[in-house]
């Protein structure tokens, strides 16, 4: 098929990349995917509810002659720039895979207040806290309305042409974020656990997870599969998936380390904590991040944070109804 639009590209046959842009957003775009089917299509992530991505999307499905009626979904993880626009695109017969612990999350009516609650612990102020729900992706550009999803679990199967696609469940940069496998055709559909441009971001944000250790195990299970092409969620496909995994765990190692060395000044708070770590963003001190990147910086010291004392390198006491790490043995 030729196609005349650059956010389209042929991966595999009918199977299509869909770059759809995140204006003013530092990862820049989402990648949807697309396999076109003679019964239903199925559509890989979405884009955020937001008018700029409707209309590249629908640029896209008018280019490629896309039915949305006969076109159902598959959510890699419960963001907003990966299922924000569902909302818009889905239609009265349209099938919405996801999983358990996303959904769980996005319909608990304490989600956010939970979240506020344990970083306002965590050392982020109070008066910081207003600006980043102005600017908060998630916040704003979230899907809206009730959605019915079909649950998948690790192991289940999706059918569609010549592509066989296997679920793998990996928890890490969401607790049910999950990924599909096509093990003929040696293609992982990723969505944010391997990115090759970017690292993709570990949050804590409720007390009883530890999502770093989820991802390492995560980034381990996928170092199992056979996999030639990874297609992730943002920037660029690419074919070195074990290369890139162990980069990302030497980067996660780097990280903890980094924060180890932050606290043996003495004993200080996540926010604190985020404010002296190196972050690859283009700012030149932790006072000139916008609030909304501090919020992402706290939540990535905190996951890192929580690692180290479930590893009893850091402990933590309370002071002030403030949550302090310390190093074990100081
Ligand atoms: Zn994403």
């Known amino acids: 098929m030729h196609l005349d639009n650059h956010l389209i590209e042929?991966?595999?046959?009918?199977?299509?990349?869909?770059?759809?842009?995140?204006?003013?957003?530092?990862?820049?775009?989402?990648?949807?995917?697309?396999?076109?089917?003679?019964?239903?299509?199925?559509m890989i992530d979405t884009g955020m509810n937001?008018?700029?991505?409707?209309?590249?999307?629908?640029?896209?499905?008018?280019?490629?002659?896309?039915?949305?009626?006969?076109?159902?979904?598959?959510?890699?993880?419960?963001?907003?720039?990966?299922?924000?626009?569902?909302?818009?695109?889905k239609t009265e017969t349209s099938v919405i895979?996801?999983?358990?612990?996303?959904?769980?999350?996005?319909?608990?009516?304490?989600?956010?207040?939970d979240m506020i609650h344990f970083t306002l612990m965590n050392g982020f102020p109070e008066n910081e806290l207003h600006s980043v729900f102005n600017e908060h992706p998630g916040y704003k550009y979230g899907s809206r309305g009730d959605l019915s999803?079909?649950?998948?679990?690790?192991?289940?199967?999706?059918?569609?042409?010549?592509?066989?696609?296997?679920?793998?469940?990996?928890?890490?940069?969401?607790?049910?974020?999950?990924?599909?496998?096509?093990?003929?055709?040696?293609?992982l559909v990723a969505g944010d656990h391997i990115l090759s441009d970017i690292t993709p971001t570990i949050q804590l944000r409720s007390d009883g997870e530890n999502p770093l250790k989820?991802?390492?195990?995560?980034l381990d299970k996928v170092n199992e599969l056979d996999v030639d092409l990874v297609l992730p969620g943002h920037r660029s496909i690419f074919r070195n998936c074990k290369e890139r995994i162990q980069e990302l765990k030497?980067?996660?190692?780097?990280?903890?380390?980094?924060?180890?060395?932050?606290?043996?000044?003495?004993?200080?708070?996540?926010?604190?904590v985020?404010?002296?770590?190196?972050w690859d963003i283009p700012y030149d001190s932790w006072d000139l991040f916008p609030l909304v990147q501090k919020w992402f910086a706290t939540g990535e010291a905190m996951a890192h944070l929580k690692y180290l004392e479930d590893n009893e390198m850091v402990r933590?006491?309370?002071?002030?109804?403030?949550?302090?790490f310390f190093l074990s043995g100081k």
């Open 10 to 42: 042929e991966i595999l046959p009918n199977f299509y990349k869909l770059e759809i842009p995140l204006p003013r957003n530092p990862l820049k775009a989402t990648n949807s995917y697309l396999i076109k089917a003679s019964e239903r299509n199925l």
């Open 50 to 89: 937001r008018k700029e991505c409707m209309n590249a999307m629908q640029e896209c499905l008018g280019e490629l002659g896309v039915d949305l009626r006969k076109t159902d979904f598959f959510i890699t993880h419960l963001h907003a720039d990966h299922l924000g626009l569902v909302s818009n695109l």
């Open 97 to 113: 895979y996801f999983n358990q612990p996303d959904s769980d999350r996005i319909k608990s009516i304490t989600r956010w207040d």
């Open 149 to 187: 999803f079909k649950i998948l679990k690790e192991g289940d199967i999706i059918n569609i042409e010549d592509y066989t696609f296997e679920c793998i469940e990996t928890p890490g940069h969401s607790m049910g974020h999950m990924c599909l496998y096509e093990p003929y055709k040696k293609v």
């Open 214 to 218: 989820e991802y390492l195990a995560s």
């Open 250 to 272: 030497h980067h996660h190692e780097r990280r903890t380390d980094e924060i180890l060395s932050i606290l043996e000044k003495g004993s200080q708070n996540a926010y604190q």
């Open 274 to 278: 985020a404010s002296q770590m190196n």
């Open 316 to 324: 933590r006491e309370l002071k002030e109804q403030k949550i302090v």
